[in-house]
């Protein structure tokens, strides 16, 4: 007969995030170095529950996205600076 229990890792990381823990996790996130080392902890982590991964790759990429447009914003208003005479 075939065990129709899920495995105790795959139930842990399906179980619903609290409103606590959202909480926690994005106040975590506000901190500067230390939220986005926990945004690469929480997406690629063995022991995170799915909402949460989910949640930290987003924010992740939309990180990647911010930084990209600064760089080219800084780099319009430097040469624009620089060669604007």
Excluded: C
Aim: aromatic share 12%; hydrophobic share 60%; charged share 10%.
């Amino acid at each position: 007969m075939e065990n129709q229990q899920e495995p105790l890792a795959y139930a842990q990381e399906s179980q619903n995030v609290s409103v606590g823990e959202w909480v926690l996790s994005l106040l975590i996130v506000m901190i500067p170095l230390i939220g986005l080392i926990m945004l690469f902890v929480w997406a690629f982590g063995g022991n995170t529950k799915v909402s949460k991964a989910n949640f930290a790759k987003a924010a992740l990429i939309w990180t990647a996205i911010s930084i990209v447009l600064w760089i080219l914003v800084a780099g319009i208003f430097g040469a624009a600076f620089l060669f604007g005479r």
